[in-house]
């Protein structure tokens, strides 16, 4: 079982950044990949990020050059970096994990291929 917790959300202007944090609980060796979803009220749970355990990386279009994911094995902790934010980011933001061997280079971006997920923390960005 593992658990995850994400913080470092908050509010920002147009063009600024936020890291957000999602720390690992519980049985971190099970883990084969990880990714960064995001939920906009009344709006479907979007795949902004996902990352393998070999280091391969996923990225929604639209974020592509403005976020990066990344993962610290020594905390135990995933990480999204996002820079030049924009209003359309604003979003609840959750951490996922999955214990399910995934044989394809990319790792995935659909939530229906992750097994574990946070209680998400709030982005907002207002221009």
């Known amino acids: 079982q593992v658990q995850l917790a994400e913080s470092g959300g908050g509010s920002v202007e147009a063009g600024g950044s936020l890291r957000l944090s999602c720390a690992i609980a519980?049985?971190?060796?099970?883990?084969?990949?990880m990714a960064w979803f995001r939920q906009a009220p009344g709006k479907e749970r979007d795949g902004v990020a996902a990352?393998?355990?070999?280091?391969?990386?996923h990225y929604l279009h639209s974020v592509s050059d403005r976020f990066t994911i990344s993962q610290d094995n020594a905390k135990n902790t995933l990480y999204l970096q996002m820079n030049s934010l924009k209003p359309e980011d604003t979003a609840m933001y959750y951490c996922?994990?999955?214990?399910?061997?995934?044989?394809?280079?990319?790792?995935?971006?659909?939530?229906?291929?992750?097994?574990?997920w946070g209680q998400g923390t709030q982005v907002t960005v207002s221009s």
């Open positions: 996922a994990a999955s214990d399910l061997r995934w044989w394809l280079l990319v790792p995935p971006l659909s939530s229906s291929d992750y097994t574990y």
């Open positions: 519980g049985d971190a060796s099970i883990i084969h990949h």
């Open positions: 990352l393998k355990t070999s280091g391969r990386t």
